[in-house]
Protein backbone atom coordinates (compact mmCIF):
# COMPACT_ATOMS: atom_id res chain seq x y z
CA UNK A 1 0.00 0.00 0.00
CA UNK A 2 1.15 3.35 -0.55
CA UNK A 3 0.58 6.23 1.45
CA UNK A 4 0.41 9.86 -0.36
CA UNK A 5 0.03 13.35 1.25
CA UNK A 6 -1.80 15.43 -0.11
CA UNK A 7 -2.56 19.18 0.73
CA UNK A 8 -5.84 21.08 -0.10
CA UNK A 9 -4.69 24.67 -0.16
CA UNK A 10 -8.10 26.36 -0.19
CA UNK A 11 -9.25 24.02 2.53
CA UNK A 12 -6.16 24.34 4.72
CA UNK A 13 -5.92 20.91 4.87
CA UNK A 14 -3.69 18.37 4.42
CA UNK A 15 -4.74 14.46 4.01
CA UNK A 16 -3.31 11.20 4.27
CA UNK A 17 -4.10 8.85 1.85
CA UNK A 18 -3.88 4.68 0.92
CA UNK A 19 -4.57 3.59 -2.15
CA UNK A 20 -6.93 6.14 -2.83
CA UNK A 21 -8.74 6.25 0.63
CA UNK A 22 -8.63 8.87 2.83
CA UNK A 23 -6.91 7.59 6.03
CA UNK A 24 -6.24 10.95 8.15
CA UNK A 25 -6.06 14.51 8.30
CA UNK A 26 -4.60 17.91 9.26
CA UNK A 27 -6.11 21.12 9.40
CA UNK A 28 -4.40 24.48 10.23
CA UNK A 29 -5.03 28.40 10.00
CA UNK A 30 -2.88 30.95 8.97
CA UNK A 31 -2.78 34.08 10.19
CA UNK A 32 -0.17 37.06 10.57
CA UNK A 33 2.70 34.79 8.94
CA UNK A 34 1.74 32.25 11.68
CA UNK A 35 0.62 28.55 10.48
CA UNK A 36 -1.49 27.35 13.58
CA UNK A 37 -1.75 23.61 13.10
CA UNK A 38 -4.69 22.89 14.79
CA UNK A 39 -5.87 19.28 13.98
CA UNK A 40 -4.36 15.91 13.39
CA UNK A 41 -6.34 13.03 12.68
CA UNK A 42 -5.61 9.10 11.76
CA UNK A 43 -8.00 6.25 11.23
CA UNK A 44 -8.20 4.05 14.67
CA UNK A 45 -7.20 1.63 12.20
CA UNK A 46 -4.24 3.36 10.80
CA UNK A 47 -2.02 4.67 13.63
CA UNK A 48 1.59 3.61 14.44
CA UNK A 49 2.57 3.78 10.74
CA UNK A 50 3.90 7.59 10.93
CA UNK A 51 0.98 8.63 9.35
CA UNK A 52 0.42 11.58 11.32
CA UNK A 53 4.11 12.36 11.31
CA UNK A 54 4.28 12.58 7.90
CA UNK A 55 1.31 15.19 7.64
CA UNK A 56 3.17 16.79 10.08
CA UNK A 57 6.58 17.25 8.08
CA UNK A 58 4.46 18.47 4.96
CA UNK A 59 2.96 20.94 6.63
CA UNK A 60 6.04 22.10 8.25
CA UNK A 61 7.49 22.31 4.71
CA UNK A 62 5.09 23.81 3.13
CA UNK A 63 5.64 26.80 5.64
CA UNK A 64 8.96 27.17 5.25
CA UNK A 65 8.53 27.54 1.36
CA UNK A 66 6.02 30.03 2.24
CA UNK A 67 8.16 31.92 4.73
CA UNK A 68 5.82 31.51 8.09
CA UNK A 69 6.46 30.83 11.80
CA UNK A 70 4.66 27.18 12.71
CA UNK A 71 3.09 26.55 16.10
CA UNK A 72 0.50 24.05 16.80
CA UNK A 73 -2.27 24.60 19.25
CA UNK A 74 -3.11 20.75 18.50
CA UNK A 75 -1.01 18.52 21.33
CA UNK A 76 0.01 15.64 18.57
CA UNK A 77 1.54 18.16 16.25
CA UNK A 78 2.74 20.56 19.47
CA UNK A 79 4.51 17.44 20.57
CA UNK A 80 6.10 16.66 16.80
CA UNK A 81 7.49 19.99 16.57
CA UNK A 82 8.94 20.37 20.11
CA UNK A 83 11.14 17.01 19.30
CA UNK A 84 13.14 19.36 16.24
Same mark, same amino acid.
Given at each position: M??EIR???? %?A?? /??E??G?E?? *??T? =? #??DGT????H???????R??G? %??K? /??A??????? *?G?? =? #??T???????I??K
Amino acid at each position: MSLEIRHDRC %AARF /TAEKDGAEVG *ELTY =V #IDDGTMNINHTFVNPDQRGQGI %ATKM /TDAAEAFARA *EGLK =V #IATCSYAAAKIAEK
